[in-house]
């Protein structure tokens, strides 16, 4: 996916809501209709996008609901089986499929990463301590955001061409700046103080490094909420 259409996507790509409890009659998540409203305002009203598909899992099924089109000079429609460029979403899946294989005791959170690598790789330690999965998951492993030859040839498609040697030669030479555990770190911070925004403004956010202990949710962007 191009840049350009990266920039012009926006996608809410699932509500995921829990199983409810007995004799619940009613569903938590708005109707479709509710949500839709949403998408009009959002991409009619607010501009943050030119089209938003919305995924509703809940125990009396799945449903799809999008609005717009696929970019912004392509008036395809969206559906369920749209693709976009999930960014950073992918942490989430892959935590998630963590914790099914924790579940499922193929693997434990205390597990030190090194088991998972080939002999030839090499994963970097700090003060006797190894990094485990839990550590990579909550962002926690001392390692930097992104390692020191990553150095893409398409910025649009930054990815494309690192290969999975590259990450091991990265891991094998790194040493850890920080101790293991100390500070989580997430990647977005807001450019003005949040004060400033005005209501109804869509704003990037990066948040700064924090330590362990205190709970933060980074997203990509939001709406400022009105006084």
């Known amino acids: 996916m191009n840049k350009n259409r990266f920039i012009h996507f926006f996608v809410l790509l699932a509500v995921v809501v829990t199983a409810s409890r007995a004799g619940a009659q ?3 998540v708005p109707s479709d209709a509710e949500i839709r409203k949403i998408l009009v305002d959002r991409i009619d009203v607010q501009k943050q ?3 938003i598909v919305v995924g509703v ?4 099924g ?4 999008s609005y717009g089109q696929l970019a912004k ?14 960014g950073s979403i992918t942490k989430v899946f892959t935590s998630l499929l963590l914790a099914d294989a924790v579940q499922r005791h193929e693997v434990a959170l205390t597990d030190p990463v090194a088991k998972f690598l080939p002999e030839s790789a090499k994963m970097p330690e700090r003060g006797g301590r190894a990094v485990t999965l839990q550590d990579l998951a909550t ?5 930097p955001r992104m390692p ?17 040697e590259q990450l091991y030669q ?14 989580y770190v997430v990647t977005y911070r807001p450019t003005h103080p949040l004060s400033q925004g005005k209501a109804g403004e869509y704003r990037k956010v990066e948040v700064a490094p924090r330590r362990v202990g205190l709970y933060l949710r980074s997203r990509r962007g939001y709406i400022v909420p009105g006084s």
């Open 26 to 28: 009613t569903s938590p």
């Open 49 to 51: 996008s030119v089209g």
């Open 57 to 60: 899992i809940e125990p009396s």
């Open 62 to 65: 799945r449903r799809i609901v």
């Open 73 to 86: 000079n392509d008036p395809r429609p969206l559906n369920g089986d749209t693709l976009y460029e999930i």
């Open 139 to 143: 962002h926690t492993s001392g390692l």
């Open 148 to 164: 020191d030859n990553f150095k893409p040839a398409n910025p649009a498609n930054p990815y494309a061409d690192y290969s999975v």
């Open 170 to 183: 990265f891991l094998s030479s790194y040493q850890l700046s920080r101790d293991i555990g100390s500070q």
